[in-house]
């Protein structure tokens, strides 16, 4: 395994919180996000990881399909974040896993045609997720961003972990922001 010197983070790391993919997504239902909870897990989030703030505002300005407007905020007033780091890492849920099953994916062999295709659509639906997890952290005023296990240097051969280079997430923890990951079955296996 590649495994690069540890980072030296310039903030403490405060923890690492997992979001279950069962708990922010509805299960039994493919690609259905279950809303109230996961918009209830990002509020206590901010709360917990924010210091006092008179005024949240909203970090997703992006346009959301139906919404005829962007609306950006005219002042941030006295928002801070904690000087504590965190990461967020997420389960798929209903997200992923019929895209994996029915090609294979689990099992390797990305050079056939049919686990090719399933890794591809395996990681738009599970991104698709990891948006939706990000922009609702952003809309609590958390500076969230979405990463990618497979972006950031991780990976595994034969289901065990072949490369995990952990500088790219802890240079998104220096600049000030919040990492939030798809858990370890998104990983590229080979």
Sequence with gaps: MDCPQPHKLKRPLRCIVKLGGAAITWKDELETINEKNLASVTSQLRQAMMSHSTVIQTMDWSKRVGTAELVVPDSFGDQQISLDAFIVVHGAGSFGHFQASKSGVHKGGLPLPAVTAGFVATRISVTSLNLAVVRELAKDGIPALGISPLASGWSTYKRNVENANISEVARIID????????????????
Excluded at 175 to 190: A, H, K, Q, R
């Design 175 to 190: 600049s000030g922001f919040i990492p939030v990951s798809l858990n370890s079955n998104s990983l590229f296996i080979i």
